[in-house]
């Protein structure tokens, strides 16, 4: 049964915003998107009002999740503070050089700690985050050939495709089915490869360019994490989205990652990046397994010359004089490319060849970090 968008504020006519008007006639929703029986919006608020607004989104969606045909709704509240609004601290308390003592950095007292937040996903052992400071620098591949090596090793895996607004794991994995729900409403991860998938990206067309506020983005990054059924799991690697945003603040308040492992190349441009990502991750109290070099040198797959066309060591020698693990490096290669391209990653379709084992070899620096985690759990 399809859902149209007149069903949707049909049913948001009926839900009653703080001021008692119709929530369709608040002047606080954005554009409706109705996919598949999948609905995105959000509902954009002053942040001043914002806590009062929670129970209205919350009514909002069960109204939406209560149509027939809906089998997702992801809703967000967005809060923003006015032009010429109050500052979260008066100026009063600043210092007169106008930078703030050590106490206004601390939360105030009595005031939850955002990691607070944090909660373990049920069945999974560890929640562990591929990142990259910047894009272009294959993180996505690298993940998924990571969670296949992970795999190799013995291990229940799962991958969590994050990056919201360029999902590539559709692609490197040729998966172009949508998630069933199951009895409890909650998504069921697609099985590929011997690992459980999510995707931001089976849930839209490849096409669509999701144009999202950060806590439209941050919402969606919590319904993936808790409203996907991901059964029992020794491992659940997230592919992130390159930065230090949104995404990966929600990430690491919403589970307690036992770990964060970061792609570079050896250019230097890359390894800015890669600092200011290890900087973050240790700002949120991550440990960080270690950096990986990817792209670190290519291979002429006709006469075996090797060039190291974006230099060559550059993250090893990061990874040594920020004193964290350095996990390996992995050839710019055609095989992993095309692969890749192919929706069939190298570890799978040439499982005995000398990429899978680079793969492998790194998952097993990565699992012997995790393995006090893993057995507790």
């Known amino acids: 049964m399809s859902v149209t968008q007149q069903q949707v504020l049909d049913a948001l006519s009926r839900v009653a915003s703080p001021r008692g008007v119709p929530l369709t006639n608040a002047n606080v929703l954005s554009a409706i998107s109705v996919t598949d029986g999948k609905v995105f919006f959000s ?21 939406v999740r209560a149509i027939p045909g809906v089998s997702m709704a992801m809703i967000a509240l967005t809060a923003e503070r006015k032009p010429g609004a109050p500052q979260a601290a008066p100026a009063a308390h600043r210092h007169a050089h106008g930078v703030q003592p050590a106490s206004a950095h601390r939360p105030p007292q009595g005031a939850a700690s955002p990691m607070s937040k944090q909660a373990e996903i049920p069945g999974v052992a560890a929640v562990i985050a591929v990142a990259s400071g910047k894009g272009g620098v294959g993180k996505s591949t690298t993940a998924l050939n990571l969670a296949l090596g992970l795999r190799d090793l013995g291990l229940r895996v ?14 490197l994995s040729g998966i172009n089915e949508k998630p069933q729900l199951n009895d409890d409403r909650k998504m069921i991860p697609i099985k590929r490869f011997g690992l459980s998938i999510m995707s931001i990206g089976f849930l839209v067309e490849e096409n669509t360019a999701m144009i999202w506020r950060g806590p439209m983005v941050m919402s969606a990054i919590t319904q993936m994490l808790r409203d996907v059924a991901w059964g029992t799991l020794d491992i659940l690697v997230v592919d992130m989205p390159p930065g230090t945003g949104d995404a990966q603040l929600t990430l690491a308040q919403n589970v307690p990652l036992k770990g964060a492992v970061i792609i570079s190349t050896p250019q230097d441009l890359s390894l800015i990046d890669a600092r200011r990502g290890l900087a973050m991750f240790k700002k949120v109290n991550v440990p960080v397994l270690g950096f990986i070099e990817n792209m670190s040198y290519f291979q002429c797959p006709e006469c075996g010359t090797r060039s190291d066309i974006f230099g060559h060591g550059g993250a090893r020698h990061e990874a040594e004089r920020l004193g964290v693990p350095f996990l390996g490096e992995i050839p710019l290669h055609m095989s992993i490319r095309t692969t890749s391209d192919e929706g069939n990653p190298v570890v799978a379709s040439q499982p005995d060849g000398p990429h899978a084992a680079v793969y492998r070899a790194i998952g097993t620096k990565v699992r012997d970090q995790l393995q006090g985690a893993i057995a507790a759990a």
């Open 158 to 171: 799962g991958l969590l495709d994050a990056d919201i607004y360029g999902p590539s794991v559709p692609r």
């Open 43 to 63: 509902i954009n608020v002053d942040a001043a009002e914002a806590r009062v607004w929670e129970s209205v989104r919350a009514q909002a969606e069960a109204a």
